[in-house]
């Protein structure tokens, strides 16, 4: 897109006498403003109506020389959400030219602009929780909370222990510190000790016949809940949890709950009416 822009200033371009030292005439082009790309400002707005493809290139915020010959110039935009933006229009020529050329038009933030946040890799954004039932993570061969599994060593007392008593048969298995963490956050949670549920109960699950203990380090603190009367069936435990439906709680039972009291009428008694 080219035009003549008139009423331009034609010493712009600084021309240098052969006796003039280059760097003197270095120093006054840099100091110099090319009033020949700074007076373009309707070909400028013309070319951001055209990208824009209607009306929202507002008032004309001003021009910026970003080298030789070569300049951009500015104009808000009314565009509804895009407060602090705007459209940005670099323009150039030749030297010793009054024809200017648009180079480029791109809508860019200003110092004030709402902006998005920084983009992050979803696999580094994703959270505990985000995952669905039918979600699949992809394979992380270097997953730092996974370690080498156990391989047999032929000891069959060893092997025992490690495979079939803790389950590290398998290709990786939780570090200790996955551990730890694990219990940590199990132990703070709505199955620990600090729950209401734990506080309101008499026992807790540690000497309740329905609860699974695990096996491992995890064994010492956790278990199972089977107990289908129980709002954490099939759940993880603390032994200091607890709730209504603990084995060991009830006493035994006297009577009815509702005490046995004598009727008004005697309903048990059979009037006879001689006929």
Known sequence: MDTEVEGAVAEADVVVDAETPARSARTVRAAKRDAVLAAAVDLAREAALEVSGGDDVGAHLGYTDDGERLGSHRFATTAPGYRGWHWTVTVARISRSRHVTVCEVELLPGDEALLAPAWVPWAERLAPGDLGATDALPYDADDPRLET???PTGDVATDQVAIEELGLWRERVPTRATLEAAATRWAAGDRGGTSAGARGSKEGCETCGFLVPLTGVLGSMFGVCVNEWSPDDGKVV????????????????SGGDWKTTSPVVDDFQVDVTPG
């Open 149 to 151: 599994g156990y391989r």
């Open 238 to 253: 603390s032994f200091d949890h607890g709730c209504g439906a603990h084995s060991e709680t009830d006493g035994p039972r």
